[in-house]
């Protein structure tokens, strides 16, 4: 069996002007990402990115600690398939359409710029509204089309992965949920609820052999508490 390691992006920079960069503390999570993953597979064969900068800042600080098998650094391979959803085109396209149905939303939407419990509450509404809009709906990627090329990048990342190789794919979370739903057979309407459950640099374990891929660990990021404790106390649990 092969193992493909999924993770989603240490934290990033929510409420400033750039969300898209890792904070100092997303920094520390990337390289003790990289060191928990030396310790418990072994070697790392190859590191899969998106290419949002959070994605490649991640892949990068997990490449400065984890090692090949014999020593080398891991390659990174960026897969535009790999990206998240486009959450700012759904909120620009699809809260004006919310806030008729629902008052709160205007307010939350305001809120959600700097506020992260206001943002999910958003996001939560949007993301299950837009999976349900028809697939040529004009303005944004559909769920079908979203679903389809990350579904497809992880199936050819594992057919491209030697005999027990080890590969780590760091995407976000609406991607890391999409594909960990097709996994275990879910209707659409469960991706959201694991969405919302992953943390950052929080790592999914998927085993692969030939065509079958099975989930072994979903959103475990007990290894960031049990490193950050052991570093003067220091937390580096964070969900945004």
Do not use: C
Not at 54 to 67: C, D, S, V
Not at 86 to 99: E, G, R, S, T
């Amino acid at each position: 069996m092969s193992t493909l390691y999924l993770i989603r992006h240490a934290q990033a920079s929510f409420g400033t002007a750039d969300y898209d960069r890792l904070s100092l503390t997303g920094h520390k999570q990337a390289y003790v990402a990289g060191e928990y993953l030396q310790a418990a597979a072994g070697a790392i064969d190859a590191i899969y990115s998106g290419t949002a900068r959070r994605h490649l800042e991640t892949a990068e600080g997990i490449a400065k600690t984890a090692r090949t098998g014999d020593g080398r650094i891991p390659e990174i391979k960026v897969d535009a398939r790999l990206n998240e959803v486009d959450a700012d085109a759904q909120f620009k396209h699809l809260v004006p359409i919310l806030k008729s149905a629902d008052a709160d939303i205007a307010k939350l939407a305001e809120e959600a710029k700097t506020s992260s419990r206001s943002y999910q509450k958003v996001l939560s509404r949007v993301f299950t509204h837009w999976q349900d809009l028809p697939a040529d709906y004009a303005h944004l990627e559909s769920w079908p089309t979203f679903a389809a090329r990350v579904h497809t990048a992880i199936q050819d990342i594992a057919r491209s992965a030697g005999s027990g190789a080890n590969t780590v794919v760091v995407s976000s979370g609406g991607a890391i949920a999409t594909i960990t739903q097709h996994v275990i057979g879910l209707p659409k309407s469960g991706a959201y609820p694991l969405f919302e459950a992953l943390l950052n640099g929080s790592i999914t374990r998927l085993l692969h052999s030939g065509e079958r891929i099975s989930l072994a660990s979903f959103n475990d990021y007990s290894y960031l508490h049990s490193l950050g404790q052991m570093r003067n106390g220091e937390n580096l649990v964070t969900f945004r």
